[in-house]
């Protein structure tokens, strides 16, 4: 099955600062790649997604790259804000299912 | 649109005895999947399912653990004589068909003393 692997376990930067999320799957035949959102005591929200006919995909201060040779993708923030603290998790499916494996999880801390 | 609805948000069973664990997926939504989130690690599948089916149940314990989606009513992820190793955050996910992207809805967090 599916293997995700993401780093780093814990980000810390500051206000203002980008920050850069990464993941690597095992599986070329995985297709669609979710990133989520969890902030304490809620539940995980969905916040920007690549499918693997594309390389690139940007939603004002989030984007996520694809590198599907090297079987790892990317989430990317700038301009960080302490709202943006949470923990992010990357996902990665695999061709003909539409359950995700996801990754341990990133701590990001944003600090004022 | 009340989103994905978990309840109890708070469960405190104590070992031995049974949990039951409720999510009504979104209006419109017919799949549900249930994940269990461990202290510091990531989602871990547990079971799929639609309206009177199981279609995937390859991340749900052998024992002691059982999923339902009945035609009326919420999903039910029912925990038999817990021990304290079930004490986890349990993650009810939605979706209108077979598509990308879930909804989650808060979770239950179970507590076994």
């Known amino acids: 099955g599916e293997n995700v692997e993401q780093h780093p376990s814990t980000l810390s930067v500051q206000e203002g600062d980008s920050a850069v999320i990464k993941c690597t799957y095992s599986?070329?035949?995985?297709?669609?790649f979710p990133w989520y959102k969890q902030e304490l005591g809620k539940g995980p929200q969905l916040i920007i997604d690549i499918r693997s006919n594309v390389g690139e995909k940007k939603d004002q201060r989030i984007a996520v790259t694809l590198n599907k040779t090297a079987k790892h993708f990317s989430l990317h923030i700038t301009e960080t804000q302490p709202e943006d603290s949470a923990v992010y998790f990357c996902?990665?499916?695999?061709?003909?299912?539409?359950?995700?494996?996801f990754g341990r999880g990133t701590s990001l801390i944003v600090h004022p | 649109n009340a989103g994905v609805m978990q309840n109890p948000r708070h469960l405190v069973r104590r070992r031995g005895q049974e949990a039951r664990l409720r999510c009504s997926p979104m209006?419109?939504?017919?799949?549900v999947y249930w994940y269990r989130q461990l202290p510091e690690e990531g989602l871990k599948f547990m079971v799929y399912l639609q309206k009177e089916n199981i279609i995937d149940e390859s991340g749900m314990p052998k024992e002691r653990f059982s999923a339902e989606f009945p035609k009326e009513g919420p999903s039910i992820l029912r925990i038999q004589q817990v021990v304290r190793g079930d004490s986890a955050a349990y993650f009810c996910a939605s979706s209108p068909g077979e598509t990308y992207g879930y909804t989650f809805g808060s979770g239950t967090r179970l507590t076994v003393v």
């Open positions: 599986d070329s035949a995985s297709n669609y």
């Open positions: 209006k419109g939504h017919s799949h």
């Open positions: 996902a990665a499916t695999s061709g003909g299912s539409y359950i995700p494996t």
